[in-house]
């Protein structure tokens, strides 16, 4: 049997599930089981013409209950010792599995790998030369980014490396490891974002309990993304709600008193820049500071949890947010 499961959470994407779906069906090492777990799910029938040809299992929600709150219900319908976390804008080369699976399994405390992200034009969904994501970097302002996003292709960005985390769009993540930082009930992602960020606070948690996201460039897909970085002050007001909200949220979840004191003062100027836009320039993302504050003692709880379960210094995973320490080369232990 296969040694990977595959999840798809859709929400209105039919323009492009039925490309995202063809990739999973081309994959030289195949998936054991693919589930897509349908958001608002009425009218959506791309999934299920896919039924037959790969085996699916469709978990339909009549509401959009957020893109957290899907993939949970996914991973919990899946038992491989490996699953992918695969948007529905998002196209698999066909030897991305083959590549990736080797790599990561070999290294035992991998945790998360990464293939590299191309930028997807149309329907299709076919590969450019811009690059989507060489995984996810930190940084001293508490912020999360996807390196090279929008720019062409640079030789250091197809050099395998670590690095801190790998966007949800396409992460390949031990389920061992998932295990280990899933709160009770197998809530992987922290259900309280709803969408945005979640991948990042995934991440946070994981490299707090020693596992590693290796940077793998062999594996290659290519991501559609509606809302891209380089663009991210002109998202809907829904859009930029939800990220003022989880970037309060990852932070009470992760940050512990080293990381406040050795990420001083950009964590500081940006937490005023953000509240200060909310209430003058950007009042549309108010209610997201609304947001974080009521749920500030729910996730101070779960941060408090977090802290007492790390088993990495918080010194060192500060270091992952200093501009040295974004992307280490593979040689390191």
Not at 25 to 51: E, K, S, W, Y
Not at 192 to 199: G, I, K, S, T
Not at 302 to 322: E, I, K, L, Y
Request: hydrophobic content about 40%; glycine content about 8%.
């Amino acid at each position: 049997m296969s040694d990977v499961d595959v999840v798809v959470v859709s929400y209105r994407h039919e323009r492009t599930l039925a490309a995202t779906l063809a990739g999973v069906a081309a994959q030289t090492r195949p998936p054991r089981r693919v589930v897509v777990v349908r958001n608002a799910a009425a009218g959506d029938t791309v999934a299920t013409a896919f039924r037959d040809r790969l085996g699916l299992e469709i978990v339909d929600f009549p509401d959009n209950r957020g893109f957290a709150a899907a993939a949970n219900e996914g991973i919990r319908r899946t038992d491989a010792p490996w699953v992918l976390s695969l948007n529905p804008d998002c196209r698999l080369e066909p030897t991305y599995l083959e590549r990736l699976l080797p790599a990561a399994a070999g290294r035992r405390r991998v945790g998360t790998a990464a293939g590299l992200l191309l930028r997807a034009a149309g329907d299709e969904l076919a590969a450019t030369a811009t690059v989507d994501s060489a995984g996810m970097v930190v940084s001293r302002s508490g912020r999360h980014q996807d390196r090279g996003a929008g720019l062409p292709v640079r030789p250091d960005w197809i050099v395998p490396a670590w690095v801190f985390g790998a966007t949800g769009a396409c992460a390949l993540y031990r389920r061992e490891a998932l295990d280990d930082v899933a709160y009770a009930g197998g809530e992987v992602f922290d259900e309280a974002f709803f969408a945005y960020r979640e991948d990042a606070d995934l991440a946070w948690r994981l490299q707090r309990r020693g596992w590693r996201c290796l940077y793998w460039p062999d594996g290659r897909a290519a991501h559609l993304r509606g809302l891209k970085p380089e663009e991210r002050r002109r998202g809907t007001p829904e859009v930029n709600r939800h990220s003022v909200r989880n970037r309060f949220l990852l932070r009470w979840s992760n940050a512990d008193w080293r990381w406040r004191l050795a990420c001083l003062p950009e964590w500081v100027v940006r937490d005023l820049l953000v509240a200060g836009a909310c209430l003058t320039t950007e009042r549309s993302s108010r209610p997201g500071l609304t947001e974080a504050f009521a749920l500030r003692a729910r996730q101070r709880r779960r941060g408090r949890g977090n802290a007492g379960r790390a088993t990495v210094s918080g010194w060192d995973v500060a270091s992952w947010f200093m501009p040295w320490g974004q992307v280490r080369p593979l040689e390191e232990p």
